[in-house]
């Protein structure tokens, strides 16, 4: 029989990938909410979702995102509804019998000066990035979350850290989304308007790391499905989120330079070095996660061309 399975933000980038998953894996018995049908910051209001439907597995995929932009005018909301999001749904999973949760993070709960690549171990360990550090902390708590009530009530409540996202159901806001999205619709635009050439933010060498949503779907599902025993020999009860990344990173240029191939832009790329560049290095260390059997299949130009294939099919719909 198979596992009754909530996946929570399915209409998100990340949740609906894992959906795709867990169908292609003749996984049928899939619950899902829309906004309009469950208030995750509702803690009554989720208590009951939980009760009706009988949940065996969660995937906490749901939480409010969003680019720098978003989060230095947002700070308050970003850690509120994160926090309440997480806690809700962890609460309602213990209190309702749920053994099994995979909770989704983001790389950003590392310091900001971290070494490279970053291992898990450098959690909590130095000051956060300040643009971000409110959404940060309610991920950090997410995970703290997960270890304490693992540890208290013998529950099996996991934590997976993902690099930088792109793929199917990414933002392509002009504003609010994320380098590859934003520069994906900047090339398109251009080449379009058959410009002559495309401007780039900073030098153009700092370095970076990027997953498609396919491959942390997969990976996910992967963890999710772990023994308690293969899991814990990797883990430890109050060190036990995963890693999750391709271990790869490449220069800002080198993505440029990818996009413009993968678009069909052919003109010239401009780097603006009056623009700042940020942090030079954010790689993950994912060492773990290969031990637990697991790597990244998708590579990045693969990866960049079925998301601009996507991106195409949808333009109407991502336009604003």
Known sequence: MQPTIFVAGHRGMVGSAIVRRLQAQGQSNIVTASRSELNLLDQAAVQDFFKQHSIDQVYLAA?????????????????????????NIIHAAYTTGVKKLLFLGSSCIYPKLAEQPMKEEALLTGTLEPTNEPYAIAKIAGIKLCESYSRQYGVDYRSVMPTNLYGTNDNFHPENSHVIPAMMRRFHEARLNDAKEVVIWGTGTPMREFLHVDDMAAASVHVMDLSTEVYAEHTSPMLSHINVGTGIDCTIRELAETMARVVGFKGKLRFDTSKPDGTPRKLM????????????????????TSTYRWYLGNIDSVRS
């Open 63 to 87: 939480a409010k995102v969003g680019g720098i932009h978003a989060n230095n005018e947002y700070p308050a909301e970003f850690i509120y509804e994160n926090l309440m999001i997480e806690a």
């Open 285 to 304: 260390d994912v060492s773990r996660l290969r031990a637990l059997g697991w790597q990244a299949s998708i590579t990045l130009e693969d990866g960049l």
